[in-house]
Protein backbone atom coordinates (compact mmCIF):
# COMPACT_ATOMS: atom_id res chain seq x y z
CA UNK A 1 0.00 0.00 0.00
CA UNK A 2 1.52 3.54 -0.78
CA UNK A 3 0.15 5.47 2.30
CA UNK A 4 0.30 4.56 5.66
CA UNK A 5 -2.32 3.45 7.87
CA UNK A 6 -4.80 6.52 9.43
CA UNK A 7 -3.99 6.96 12.80
CA UNK A 8 -7.03 5.93 15.65
CA UNK A 9 -8.37 9.42 17.33
CA UNK A 10 -9.07 9.25 20.67
CA UNK A 11 -12.76 9.64 21.86
CA UNK A 12 -13.81 11.58 24.15
CA UNK A 13 -15.66 9.96 26.96
CA UNK A 14 -19.12 10.96 27.85
CA UNK A 15 -20.11 13.95 30.04
CA UNK A 16 -22.27 11.57 32.81
CA UNK A 17 -20.40 8.20 33.08
CA UNK A 18 -16.94 9.53 31.83
CA UNK A 19 -16.41 6.18 29.81
CA UNK A 20 -15.58 6.57 26.01
CA UNK A 21 -17.16 3.04 25.41
CA UNK A 22 -20.49 5.00 25.50
CA UNK A 23 -19.43 7.43 23.20
CA UNK A 24 -18.44 4.77 21.09
CA UNK A 25 -21.93 3.43 21.46
CA UNK A 26 -23.81 6.32 20.87
CA UNK A 27 -21.80 7.05 17.66
CA UNK A 28 -23.15 3.84 16.27
CA UNK A 29 -26.93 5.02 17.14
CA UNK A 30 -26.46 8.29 15.92
CA UNK A 31 -28.83 8.89 13.02
CA UNK A 32 -28.32 12.29 10.22
CA UNK A 33 -25.41 13.24 12.84
CA UNK A 34 -27.60 14.14 15.66
CA UNK A 35 -25.32 13.58 18.95
CA UNK A 36 -27.04 15.47 21.23
CA UNK A 37 -30.32 13.18 20.01
CA UNK A 38 -28.34 9.57 20.70
CA UNK A 39 -27.18 10.65 24.16
CA UNK A 40 -30.64 11.61 25.15
CA UNK A 41 -32.10 8.12 24.01
CA UNK A 42 -28.72 6.35 25.65
CA UNK A 43 -29.24 8.40 28.79
CA UNK A 44 -32.92 7.91 28.76
CA UNK A 45 -32.39 4.10 28.49
CA UNK A 46 -30.19 3.36 31.69
CA UNK A 47 -32.84 5.40 33.25
CA UNK A 48 -35.54 2.90 32.02
CA UNK A 49 -33.14 0.21 32.83
CA UNK A 50 -32.95 1.40 36.33
CA UNK A 51 -36.52 1.81 36.95
CA UNK A 52 -37.47 -1.40 35.26
CA UNK A 53 -34.63 -3.98 37.20
CA UNK A 54 -33.60 -1.37 40.18
CA UNK A 55 -29.61 -1.84 39.38
CA UNK A 56 -27.53 0.44 37.91
CA UNK A 57 -28.41 1.33 33.98
CA UNK A 58 -24.81 1.48 32.95
CA UNK A 59 -23.38 -1.56 34.50
CA UNK A 60 -26.39 -3.37 33.11
CA UNK A 61 -25.33 -1.89 30.01
CA UNK A 62 -21.88 -2.85 30.32
CA UNK A 63 -22.67 -6.67 31.41
CA UNK A 64 -25.25 -7.15 28.16
CA UNK A 65 -22.60 -5.48 25.94
CA UNK A 66 -20.03 -8.49 27.33
CA UNK A 67 -22.63 -10.86 26.83
CA UNK A 68 -23.54 -9.85 22.70
CA UNK A 69 -19.53 -9.78 22.02
CA UNK A 70 -19.03 -13.19 19.31
CA UNK A 71 -15.24 -14.45 20.51
CA UNK A 72 -15.10 -16.48 16.58
CA UNK A 73 -16.54 -15.52 13.13
CA UNK A 74 -16.38 -17.45 9.96
CA UNK A 75 -15.38 -15.79 6.59
CA UNK A 76 -15.99 -17.35 3.33
CA UNK A 77 -13.15 -18.17 1.48
CA UNK A 78 -12.65 -19.47 -2.04
CA UNK A 79 -10.41 -22.59 -2.56
CA UNK A 80 -10.63 -24.80 -6.10
CA UNK A 81 -13.72 -23.98 -6.86
CA UNK A 82 -15.38 -24.20 -3.15
CA UNK A 83 -16.52 -21.78 -0.96
CA UNK A 84 -15.37 -22.56 2.58
CA UNK A 85 -17.18 -21.11 6.00
CA UNK A 86 -13.32 -20.63 7.83
CA UNK A 87 -13.53 -20.01 11.89
CA UNK A 88 -11.57 -16.89 12.29
CA UNK A 89 -10.92 -15.45 15.92
CA UNK A 90 -11.52 -11.67 16.11
CA UNK A 91 -9.66 -8.86 17.03
CA UNK A 92 -10.97 -7.01 20.54
CA UNK A 93 -11.54 -3.93 18.68
CA UNK A 94 -14.03 -5.47 16.06
CA UNK A 95 -15.84 -7.71 19.31
CA UNK A 96 -16.62 -4.15 21.02
CA UNK A 97 -17.93 -3.49 17.38
CA UNK A 98 -19.65 -5.86 16.30
CA UNK A 99 -21.65 -6.05 19.61
CA UNK A 100 -23.10 -2.74 19.77
CA UNK A 101 -24.00 -2.82 15.83
CA UNK A 102 -26.33 -5.97 17.02
CA UNK A 103 -27.76 -4.61 19.86
CA UNK A 104 -28.32 -1.38 18.42
CA UNK A 105 -29.75 -3.03 15.12
CA UNK A 106 -31.87 -5.50 16.70
CA UNK A 107 -33.01 -2.80 19.74
CA UNK A 108 -34.60 -1.01 16.46
CA UNK A 109 -36.38 -4.05 15.05
CA UNK A 110 -38.11 -4.37 18.48
CA UNK A 111 -41.62 -3.21 19.02
CA UNK A 112 -41.80 -0.36 21.34
CA UNK A 113 -43.29 3.46 21.91
CA UNK A 114 -39.13 5.13 21.44
CA UNK A 115 -36.46 4.06 20.71
CA UNK A 116 -34.94 4.67 24.69
CA UNK A 117 -37.62 1.84 25.73
CA UNK A 118 -36.46 -0.71 22.66
CA UNK A 119 -32.88 -0.39 23.60
CA UNK A 120 -33.41 -0.83 27.42
CA UNK A 121 -35.38 -3.66 26.64
CA UNK A 122 -32.63 -5.31 24.36
CA UNK A 123 -29.79 -4.59 27.31
CA UNK A 124 -31.96 -5.96 29.46
CA UNK A 125 -32.13 -9.25 27.89
CA UNK A 126 -28.44 -9.24 26.72
CA UNK A 127 -27.44 -8.90 30.50
CA UNK A 128 -29.39 -11.51 31.09
CA UNK A 129 -28.15 -13.72 28.10
CA UNK A 130 -31.41 -13.77 26.33
CA UNK A 131 -32.88 -11.58 23.42
CA UNK A 132 -32.02 -11.41 19.69
CA UNK A 133 -28.67 -9.92 19.36
CA UNK A 134 -27.61 -13.34 21.87
CA UNK A 135 -29.12 -15.98 19.78
CA UNK A 136 -26.98 -13.88 16.74
CA UNK A 137 -23.97 -14.77 19.06
CA UNK A 138 -24.55 -18.11 19.88
CA UNK A 139 -25.68 -18.33 15.99
CA UNK A 140 -22.05 -16.95 14.88
CA UNK A 141 -20.46 -19.45 17.27
CA UNK A 142 -22.33 -22.50 16.50
CA UNK A 143 -21.80 -21.58 12.74
CA UNK A 144 -17.86 -21.50 13.76
CA UNK A 145 -17.62 -24.61 15.27
CA UNK A 146 -19.47 -26.48 12.72
CA UNK A 147 -16.81 -25.50 10.39
CA UNK A 148 -13.86 -26.29 12.95
CA UNK A 149 -12.84 -28.60 10.14
CA UNK A 150 -11.85 -25.89 8.12
CA UNK A 151 -9.82 -23.85 10.33
CA UNK A 152 -6.76 -25.04 8.35
CA UNK A 153 -7.37 -22.98 5.47
CA UNK A 154 -7.32 -19.98 8.00
CA UNK A 155 -6.10 -16.50 6.03
Do not use: C
Amino acid sequence: MRKSRAKKRPLAPDTKYKDPMVTRFVNMMMLDGKKSTAFKVFYDAMAEIERMSGDNGYEVWKKGLKNVMPAVEVKSRRIGGATFQIPIEIRPDRKISIGMKWMISFARKRNGKSMANKLAQEVLAASKNEGAAVKRKDDTHRMAEANKAFSHFRV
